[in-house]
C-alpha cells in the first residue's frame, strides 16, 4: 500500500466521521472492508504505516457501530 493511498482515505474517511453525519450500515461496511484491503497491504515493519493503518481501521470501525447503533434504534 502507497502512502498516498492511505492518506487519501484517511481524509476521506474524516468526511464522514466528524460532525455526528452517518451513512446507513451497507454503505459503512464497503467503506470498513475497502479500509481492511488497504490496511492489509501496509508494512508491519514501517511504524508510521502502522499508525496510519490503526487510525484508519478505528475511524471506520467507530463509524460502522454508528451505523449500527442508528439502524437498531429505528
Given at each position: 500500500m502507497s502512502v498516498t493511498s492511505l492518506t487519501e482515505t484517511d481524509s476521506s474517511l474524516r468526511t464522514y466521521t466528524t460532525g455526528g453525519v452517518h451513512l446507513d450500515i451497507t454503505a459503512e461496511l464497503t467503506m470498513a472492508r475497502k479500509i481492511l484491503a488497504?490496511?492489509?497491504?501496509?508494512?508491519?515493519?514501517?511504524?508510521?504505516?502502522?499508525?496510519?493503518?490503526?487510525?484508519?481501521?478505528?475511524?471506520?470501525?467507530?463509524?460502522?457501530?454508528?451505523?449500527?447503533?442508528?439502524?437498531?434504534?429505528?
Open positions: 488497504d490496511t492489509d497491504q501496509a508494512d508491519i515493519h514501517d511504524a508510521s504505516a502502522m499508525i496510519r493503518a490503526a487510525v484508519s481501521l478505528a475511524i471506520r470501525l467507530r463509524a460502522l457501530a454508528n451505523a449500527v447503533e442508528e439502524g437498531e434504534s429505528r
